[in-house]
């Protein structure tokens, strides 16, 4: 399955400057007005995992195969854009084909670079979040007044509909007003932005000391030292993030965010041919696991061959990792967890 980000922001807060820097290398155009970007940028970024370069050594792997996340460049919205001012309209659609949405805001200070709306991260938070509300609003009202909203049968629809419409109204997310599963369930078809999933990024100065710590529900990244890592050996940016004190690049923290946010998870196979990492969502269970790899593996599914990451490592291998007990073979209920490293049994 594959992952897809939408980076989404007022104009000039360091959108395009974050994404070429995690694309390292210059796709987005950077300028300093605003709608520099007008199409959406899209890139495809490695997921960093330094797993699959130990089993491929243990399996002498022909070539590694990482996961990847899909990174899209929004252009920068502005107040109103849900009635169309600046391109607002266009953009919102975009957010709509994305699984989770990184809100870029503006915490720095450069005089040389124009401010198009941003006042402070707080308000260019809320000016981002009431225009995707009012679209939302937008949809939600053409859906109460549709034909099939209010046909027999449709109660509960109906009633999801009309508590989203209070909602939206009062200025809450989809989200924060779909409490259950099947309230869930009954707004998929709606395809809500608000209903995405969505991480705050502050992007910071270099030398904000936010930097240097912990980050739980708000990532603080500065785009410019990603931009300045983009352009350097991995020995080389690992030097450079230890002599700012940074523990970790941004890109590492928003793929591994994204991955928290949205319940994903990555399992692993390694062989002679390749070493590779697949995602899938917490919880699967082997069989929807396999149709990762192949959608027809789930029907097929037999088994699954499963070691954990660390004692399959401990042990050197397949054999090695059966020879002390390590292997262990699972069926149809068995739920896959984070590094599990696996061969499906397929039948034909």
Known sequence: MSLKC????????????????????????????????????????????????????????????????????????????????GLGNKFLT??????????????????????????NPESDYAVIETELILKDLETIKRVMESKDVKAKGMEKKRGVVERLFAGLNGGKPAREVLKTEEDWELARDLFLLTAKKEIKVYNVAENDPRLKGE??????????VEAELSSLSETDAKEYLQELGIKTSGLDLLIKKAYETLGLISFLTTGEMESRAWTTTKGAKAPQAAAVIHTDFEKKFIKAKVCGYDKFVEAGGWKEASDKGWVRFEGKEYEMKDGDVVEFMIGS
Request: glycine share 8%; proline share 4%.
């Open 215 to 224: 980050m739980k529900d708000t990532l603080y990244i500065c785009a410019k």
């Open 6 to 85: 939408g980076i989404v922001g007022l104009p000039n807060v360091g959108k395009s400057t974050l994404f070429n820097a995690l694309l390292k290398r210059q796709q987005a155009l950077v300028a300093n007005y605003p709608f520099a970007t007008i199409e959406p940028n899209v890139g495809v970024v490695e997921v960093p995992d330094e797993r699959l370069r130990v089993l491929a050594e243990i399996s002498h792997s022909g070539r590694i195969v990482p996961a990847t996340v899909e990174f899209v460049d929004i252009a920068g919205l502005v107040a109103g854009a849900a009635t169309g001012a």
């Open 94 to 119: 975009y957010i709509r084909e994305v699984d989770v949405i990184l809100q870029v805001v503006r915490d720095f200070e450069d005089s040389e670079i124009v401010k198009e709306g941003s006042v």
